[in-house]
């Protein structure tokens, strides 16, 4: 089982920023396909965007030119900058890593963009 951990959630207003962390286990890391998900309560959980093992990278229409995803194979992370956030970017945020057939999800962590 792969323990994938977020962090940087939070209530920020319109227009604003947040950054989000995955930590993953070091050992493989590089290998892994990594991706970022948002789910709002009672809708399906739809992919935001995603970074390969190649660096390769994909963005959902309603987050370009606003999010970027990036990785540090060194520190085993990945990140989603999300900037000029809007009331409809507010989802709980959930983090993905895939490998073959085996996929592992992180336990979510809310994103609130308010005034």
């Known amino acids: 089982q792969v323990q994938l951990v977020e962090s940087g959630g939070g209530l920020v207003q319109p227009g604003g920023s947040l950054r989000l962390s995955c930590a993953a286990p070091?050992?493989?890391?590089?290998?892994?396909?990594m991706a970022w998900y948002r789910q709002v309560l009672g809708k399906q959980r739809e992919l935001v965007a995603s970074i390969n093992s190649d660096n390769s990278t994909r963005l959902a229409d309603s987050v370009k030119g606003r999010f970027t995803i990036s990785r540090d194979n060194t520190k085993s992370t990945v990140y989603l900058q999300m900037n000029s956030l809007k009331p409809e970017d507010t989802a709980v945020y959930y983090c993905?890593?895939?490998?073959?057939?085996?996929?592992?999800w992180g336990q979510g962590t809310q994103v609130t963009v308010s005034s």
């Open positions: 993905n890593a895939r490998f073959g057939m085996n996929s592992y």
């Open positions: 070091k050992i493989m890391f590089r290998f892994y396909n």
